[in-house]
């Protein structure tokens, strides 16, 4: 299994933007599919993004849309997460995870995924 190393996160304001990297190790990043997820203290986990391997399908939960961005560069093996005009609410902390030919469905239903980062916190005051 591919491992997964999350970075970039951080203290922004209200209104700010962040920059989250997902950066893959020991395998063959470029066949996974990969999705952001967050947990806030005292929430369950929840989805927020996810990109096919190739780039070419992206699925935002509808918290995020039109304010998050996924998208990835396999020659670095990396995924970022863009997030901007970022609220309170984002405040959590994000984990990427994937598998090998995961499909954006299935990285939604959080189904399988063996491959899981350790996260990184993004705080965001008001």
């Known amino acids: 299994q591919v491992q997964l190393v999350e970075s970039g996160g951080g203290l922004a304001h209200a209104g700010g933007s962040l920059r989250l990297s997902c950066v893959g190790s020991g395998g063959t990043f470029s066949t996974y599919g990969v999705g952001w997820f967050r947990q806030a203290p005292g929430k369950e986990r929840e989805f927020v993004a996810a990109?096919?391997?190739?780039?070419?399908?992206?699925k935002y939960a509808d918290s995020v849309k039109g304010r998050f961005t996924i998208s990835r560069d396999n020659d670095k093996n990396t995924v970022y997460l863009q997030m901007n005009n970022l609220k309170p609410e984002d405040t959590a902390v994000y984990s990427c995870?994937?598998?090998?030919?995961?499909?954006?469905?299935?990285?939604?239903?959080?189904?399988?995924?063996?491959?899981w980062g350790q996260g990184t916190q993004v705080t965001v005051s008001s």
């Open positions: 990109i096919s391997s190739g780039g070419g399908t992206t």
């Open positions: 995870a994937g598998d090998k030919f995961a499909s954006t469905v299935r990285i939604v239903a959080m189904s399988g995924l063996g491959s």
